[in-house]
């Protein structure tokens, strides 16, 4: 049984052009299943329309959105211009990251995900949202939680195939805010495996990598089934599910999985 407050944080690709018609398009298709949207910022390193208007778009589609803020592609003050274009917009939810390190090896150096927070509070004081203060969010790793993360208001995981593994995590950490399990859809055994060499903590199952490889549709199944045994385990607030490629698929099967 899923618990009635369980939410279903669904990740949309941004554009890498200046259209956001595919945008909307994931976000009708999703608009069934999801409580809100996570929306990357230059993920993967490619330069994407702003997170923060991304977020606007999905607002004014009714939805909620979670507008994703990297440390790497800004400065203090670029920082600042993205938290006030927010609150222009009426974006209040953020999740901050690091930001994977540039094939440049370049960064700002500015600022770190904890000054990040720390700047949000003080500009929340003098702008709060238009819902109350505005929330911050953090990732984590299956590793023990630094002290400062828990002055987040929220926590993404990182994406793990292992329900046993995530279970055994969540019952060493301690955290006021809500927390959400990360699920992927794997589109390919081709993917899987770079997934793997880039993100070496990511293991995906041998059984997954057979599965899409015999059948490139297996992977919107094995997400799915995963992220209900995680709402049914209780010890989540949520998933955040990345459906990538296969975002229409993985709609129409959560809404199947639910009429049934």
Known sequence: ??????????????????DLMHVRHQIGVLSTV??????????????????????HEVDLMGGRA????N????????????LLTGAAYGVDEF?????????????TGQLTVRSMIDVLRGFGAEHPGPAGPLRAGVTTRL??????????????????????????????????????AGVM?????????????AIPEIAVPDRWVEAVEADRGA??????????????????DGVHLVPGVRYRETAARLEADRRR
């Open 95 to 107: 999740l901050f990251v690091y930001g994977d390190d540039p094939a440049s090896g370049s960064r």
């Open 34 to 55: 999801a409580s809100a949207y996570l929306v990357p910022d230059n993920h993967v390193g490619r330069a994407t329309v702003s997170s923060v208007a991304v977020a």
């Open 185 to 197: 859809v794997v589109p390919s055994a081709s993917m899987a495996r770079k997934l793997m060499a």
């Open 143 to 180: 590793r023990p939680l630094p002290a400062w993360k828990a002055d987040a208001d929220f926590l993404f995981v990182q994406v793990s195939f292992d329900l046993d593994a995530l279970l055994a995590w969540r019952d060493t950490v301690n955290f006021a805010g809500q927390v959400y």
């Open 1 to 18: 049984m899923v618990p009635a407050a369980f939410e279903w944080i669904c990740e949309i690709e941004p554009p890498t052009r200046p």
């Open 219 to 236: 992977g919107v199944a094995l997400a799915c089934d995963l992220a209900g045994a995680i709402a049914a385990s209780g010890a989540f």
């Open 71 to 82: 440390a790497r592609d800004r400065n203090a003050l670029g920082f600042r211009r993205d």
């Open 66 to 69: 979670i507008a994703c803020l």
